[in-house]
């Protein structure tokens, strides 16, 4: 649990390589460190509704997100993004993915994910956002489980680490505990937004698949960064009509 804080957070707990290896035998509890880190936005979203006007909330919700999470997942978007944008064939994508420089592709695919972000916080009903944002946390962690499940790493790094370690028995115990998490925060609504997620990480493993020959921590921090954007999308489309209940 520590290490998961320290792999997926910036909280400092203190980290080592042994902590590590132990994190990726249980990589399951991935939706576990996302709920405790969903608690944290929630609290954000709930104080700061009451003194705030709407649109520096979310401001401040996205950079409490931030602040906690680190940037290490929207790098990844971003070189995940320059690499699926690159012209030319595997070798020349890969090549552009682990360019320190930020190309075009990954600025639209980063901003993208940040307008989708703060449009469907600032549009969420009050009394639903804590809520949502502590599924979209849990479906965040379960997006990253479900890439690293379906796909095959290319070359060597933590991601390479964390793809070979996450069997589809990993991945279902994880489904499980988000599951039933996401269902009794928010029923259907909260099913949904987890299984949102998941899909577009397997579509995003394809995307990897096809274009890099396989998965990295890129595509993994990716697979973070959309399927929380997709998860509160998600929250918010099924608000508007209506299915927030059993």
Wanted: proline share 2%.
């Amino acid at each position: 649990m520590r290490s998961g804080f320290g792999f997926l957070s910036t909280i400092p707990v203190g980290i080592t390589m042994e902590g590590i290896e132990a994190l990726m035998r249980h990589v399951y509890i991935f939706p576990i460190i996302g709920m405790a880190l969903g608690l944290i936005f929630a609290a954000v979203a709930y104080l700061l509704d009451l003194f705030l006007p709407q649109d520096i909330t979310v401001i401040c919700i996205m950079i409490a997100i931030y602040w906690v999470c680190g940037i290490n997942h929207i790098d990844g978007l971003a070189d995940f993004g320059d690499g699926v944008t690159a012209h030319g064939n595997i070798e020349k994508k890969i090549k552009a993915m682990k360019d320190v420089n930020l190309g075009s592709g990954g600025a639209v695919f980063v901003m993208m994910v940040l307008l989708s972000l703060f449009s469907a916080i600032r549009s969420m009903d009050h009394d639903i956002l804590p809520a949502a944002l502590i599924v979209s946390e849990i479906s965040a962690k379960q997006s990253m489980l479900a890439f690293a499940a379906f796909t095959e790493p290319f070359h060597s790094g933590l991601g390479q680490i964390m793809i070979d370690r996450t069997g589809k028995r990993e991945f279902l115990i994880a489904m499980i505990i988000s599951s039933i998490a996401s269902a009794l925060l928010l029923n259907t609504t909260g099913l949904i937004m987890v299984i949102s997620s998941v899909l577009s990480a397997l579509y995003l493993a394809r995307v990897s698949r096809r274009n890099f020959g396989g998965g990295s921590g890129d595509g993994i921090g990716a697979s973070n960064e959309i399927g929380r954007a997709v998860a509160l999308c998600a929250a918010l489309a099924l608000g508007v009509s209506g299915w927030t209940v059993w």
